[in-house]
């Protein structure tokens, strides 16, 4: 299984700032996935992130709020743009295993937005 | 539009008492359905992934099971170390590999 670190874990963060969450994977893979896990919710996609391409964001997302970049095989960032206090949550990202049978997550990074 | 509903929300045996948990999902064609396992404070661990009715998979104390509406997690025997959130995802046809959550069961086994 790919193991997945996240930087930083947590973070309590101002209102109208910008937080960029860092995740990397020890081994290439072709596709990352963004997701965010609001308190006491289950998980919802924000935006898939492939090497080399534009991410593609879910429904409700947007580039200008969540940019992300992928700049190779084993690294993808997602910045929390302008950030106000519903956007306290915990933000995953996710891989496919080179069998597209399993999916890794990361430990997540917890924000807070006061 | 794709749903799914776990169930029970919460659920607290006692060490060694059997029981199931319950997926039913409503997509319009079902590509896998994964159960994860999510402890306080990180992220899910990934346990199954089954792809057709009468499918089965086990692992150590746990079993997943899939029809066309539901998937069920029997727990066998729980020990207070599988306390935890189980979550269910579908992946859909036509869907790349977004995955579609449930909110989860929360499992308390006590001694």
């Known amino acids: 299984s790919a193991v997945i670190s996240q930087k930083p874990s947590r973070d309590i963060c101002q209102r109208g700032t910008s937080l960029t969450i860092q995740c990397q994977v020890d081994s290439q893979v072709t596709m990352m996935f963004w997701y965010r896990q609001q308190p006491g919710q289950s998980l919802t996609l924000i935006a898939t992130a492939n090497q080399g391409s534009e991410a593609t964001y879910e429904s409700g997302f947007v580039i200008d709020k969540f940019p992300i970049s992928r700049p190779n095989l084993t690294f993808s960032t997602l910045t929390v743009s302008n950030m106000s206090p519903e956007d306290s949550s915990i933000y995953l990202c996710?891989?496919?295993?080179?069998?597209?049978?399993?999916?890794?997550f990361g430990p997540g990074t917890r924000l807070t937005v006061l | 539009e794709d749903q799914v509903t776990q169930s029970p929300e919460a659920l607290r045996l006692q060490e060694g008492e059997s029981s199931s948990l319950n997926c039913s999902y409503t997509?319009?064609?079902?590509?896998?359905l994964f159960w994860y396992r999510q402890d306080p404070g990180k992220g899910p661990e990934f346990l199954f992934t089954l792809y057709s009715a009468g499918e089965e998979k086990e692992k150590e104390r746990l079993k997943a099971t899939l029809t066309k509406k539901e998937s069920f997690l029997h727990i066998t025997a729980p020990k207070p170390e599988d306390s935890a959130t189980y979550l269910c995802a579908v992946q859909v046809t036509g869907g790349g590999n977004k995955l579609t959550f449930g909110t989860g069961t929360q499992l308390k086994v006590e001694l």
């Open positions: 996710s891989v496919v295993s080179e069998s597209w049978n399993e999916q890794f």
């Open positions: 997509v319009s064609g079902l590509r896998g």
